[in-house]
């Protein structure tokens, strides 16, 4: 963990107590933090059952969390003015029908609880819950798996559930999708709680199997830059979905269950016999999962320096085929290219964001104003760029970091 994130993160939990204490005048019995996600390449490929390779970063959202004697659950969070509270059996009424009542950022939390209840005997104690964060909100490092992820490892020691890590990333996504209503993949919240420092998960989204595989930045000198473009997405709303609905209708009309049964062979029929816009989008997704199994083949077979063409072939993908690009993540991804980038891409969702750019440890100041430079020439609001580390997932914080 780098000094800057590591003091950020200090000050993330120091502010889940103090946040503990105003909110709710006692101390809590323990704090959890899970982290963000990077998500290194495949893009749009875990809901059509394929393969990504996120690794989790080294900014975290922490929660302070204790038990109630009553079966009420609160929540509060620096993010927000208001605390929630709710009974533990309103929570089976409330989501999904009734999520609206919910102001959606306590929907995550409150979505976590109910998620759980359902591998609870009986109803649970309550829980007072305090979130802080470093993790930038809507930037693409995933500050959804995180919120989930600290309240999901809170509650499953709490009520001792002995959930293991797998079974509270399927409880995050439940509670993202149908709690929140984002109709959001598995990888982020595999990605948070699976997460090991120096090393991506490599994860098979049909299987849900894992594998470690090693970055190797440090040791080839290299940094992994974040270059938020201050474009926020929103996932619960429009292009998202539409690109889901796309990859469903190629699927079924390619007489496939998802596009993971797909393979590049297969693109000269799909090509036939789909509409235009709908043979790229599976084209997209085909060909992103390859790109994800080389990548893997290539960091092990010969480190992370060789990796830069398929960072850069997603990104023209995603640009092109999947149309989920804006000029600002285009610009970034140009820019540090052309200032000594290894490789770069857009990451996350789409429609706003974050690129990354795999960036040799002297060329970290050049590529960084080269790209201030060419957002202030475009008329763009300034990119916040910083590097992030492979950093382990979520658990309890014994100690300050
Ligand atoms: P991201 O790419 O950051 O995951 P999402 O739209 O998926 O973007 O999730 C962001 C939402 O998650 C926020 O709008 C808020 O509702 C919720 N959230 C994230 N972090 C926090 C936090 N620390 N406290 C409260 N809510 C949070
Ligand atoms: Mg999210």
């Given at each position: 963990m780098s000094d800057t994130a590591a003091s950020a993160a200090s000050a993330a939990?120091?502010?889940?107590?103090?946040?503990?204490?105003?909110?709710?005048?006692?101390?809590?019995?323990?704090?959890?933090?899970?982290p963000g996600r990077v998500n290194l390449i495949?893009?749009?490929?875990?809901?059509?059952?394929?393969?990504?390779?996120p690794f989790a970063i080294d900014h975290r959202?922490?929660?302070?969390?204790?038990?109630?004697?009553?079966?009420?659950?609160?929540?509060?969070?620096?993010?927000?003015?208001?605390?929630?509270?709710?009974?533990?059996?309103?929570?089976?009424?409330?989501?999904?029908?009734?999520?609206?009542?919910?102001?959606?950022?306590?929907?995550?939390?409150?979505?976590?609880?109910?998620?759980?209840?359902?591998?609870?005997?009986?109803?649970?104690?309550?829980?007072?819950?305090?979130?802080?964060s470093d993790v930038p909100?809507?930037a693409g490092l995933s500050s959804?798996?995180a919120?989930?992820?600290?309240?999901?490892?809170?509650?499953?020691?709490?009520?001792?559930?002995?959930?293991?890590?797998?079974?509270?990333?399927?409880?995050?996504?439940?509670?993202?999708?149908?709690?929140?209503?984002?109709?959001?993949?598995?990888?982020?919240?595999?990605a948070?709680?699976?997460g090991q420092s120096d090393a991506a998960?490599?994860?098979?989204?049909?299987?849900?199997?894992?594998?470690?595989?090693p970055l190797g930045f440090a040791a080839a000198g290299l940094e992994l830059l974040v270059m938020d473009t201050r474009?926020?997405?929103?996932?619960?709303?429009?292009?998202?979905?539409?690109?889901?609905?796309?990859?469903?209708?190629?699927?079924?009309?390619?007489?496939?269950?998802?596009?993971?049964?797909?393979?590049?062979?297969?693109?000269?029929?799909?090509?036939?016999?789909?509409?235009?816009?709908?043979?790229?989008?599976?084209?997209?997704?085909?060909?992103?999962?390859?790109?994800?199994?080389?990548?893997?083949?290539?960091?092990?077979?010969?480190g992370p320096l060789?990796i830069g063409?398929?960072l850069?072939?997603?990104?023209?993908?995603?640009?092109?085929?999947?149309?989920?690009?804006?000029?600002?993540l285009?610009?970034a991804v140009?820019t540090s290219m052309?200032a000594g980038a290894i490789g770069a891409r857009m990451t996350g969702?789409?429609?706003?964001g974050a690129a990354i750019a795999l960036v040799r440890h002297e060329d970290v100041t050049a590529v960084t104003e080269a790209v201030t430079?060419?957002f202030?020439?475009?008329?763009?609001?300034p990119p916040h760029i910083f590097a992030v580390h492979p950093s382990a997932?979520?658990?309890?914080?014994?100690?300050?970091h």
């Amino acid at each position: 963990m780098s000094d800057t994130a590591a003091s950020a993160a200090s000050a993330a939990s120091a502010d889940a107590a103090e946040l503990f204490a105003a909110a709710f005048a006692a101390a809590p019995s323990g704090l959890w933090s899970a982290p963000g996600r990077v998500n290194l390449i495949g893009e749009h490929t875990d809901y059509n059952d394929g393969f990504v390779l996120p690794f989790a970063i080294d900014h975290r959202t922490h929660a302070a969390v204790a038990l109630r004697a009553d079966a009420r659950v609160r929540v509060a969070s620096t993010f927000a003015e208001e605390t929630v509270e709710v009974p533990l059996v309103e929570l089976n009424d409330l989501f999904p029908s009734r999520r609206d009542e919910i102001v959606e950022w306590a929907r995550y939390p409150l979505g976590i609880a109910w998620a759980l209840l359902a591998h609870a005997e009986g109803i649970p104690a309550g829980a007072d819950i305090a979130i802080a964060s470093d993790v930038p909100v809507g930037a693409g490092l995933s500050s959804s798996a995180a919120i989930e992820g600290a309240v999901a490892m809170a509650l499953n020691e709490l009520w001792e559930l002995g959930l293991s890590r797998r079974e509270l990333a399927i409880a995050g996504r439940r509670a993202e999708n149908d709690a929140v209503g984002a109709p959001t993949g598995i990888m982020d919240q595999m990605a948070s709680m699976l997460g090991q420092s120096d090393a991506a998960t490599f994860l098979d989204c049909r299987s849900l199997q894992t594998q470690s595989v090693p970055l190797g930045f440090a040791a080839a000198g290299l940094e992994l830059l974040v270059m938020d473009t201050r474009v926020k997405h929103q996932h619960s709303t429009g292009g998202y979905g539409e690109r889901r609905a796309s990859c469903e209708l190629g699927a079924a009309t390619m007489g496939v269950s998802s596009l993971r049964d797909l393979v590049v062979d297969d693109l000269a029929r799909a090509e036939d016999i789909l509409d235009d816009v709908t043979f790229r989008r599976v084209r997209h997704v085909v060909t992103e999962n390859e790109r994800v199994l080389d990548t893997v083949e290539v960091l092990r077979a010969r480190g992370p320096l060789a990796i830069g063409a398929l960072l850069l072939d997603s990104h023209a993908s995603m640009r092109d085929d999947f149309e989920i690009s804006v000029p600002e993540l285009d610009t970034a991804v140009a820019t540090s290219m052309a200032a000594g980038a290894i490789g770069a891409r857009m990451t996350g969702g789409g429609f706003g964001g974050a690129a990354i750019a795999l960036v040799r440890h002297e060329d970290v100041t050049a590529v960084t104003e080269a790209v201030t430079v060419a957002f202030a020439e475009a008329g763009f609001a300034p990119p916040h760029i910083f590097a992030v580390h492979p950093s382990a997932g979520a658990g309890r914080v014994t100690s300050a970091h």
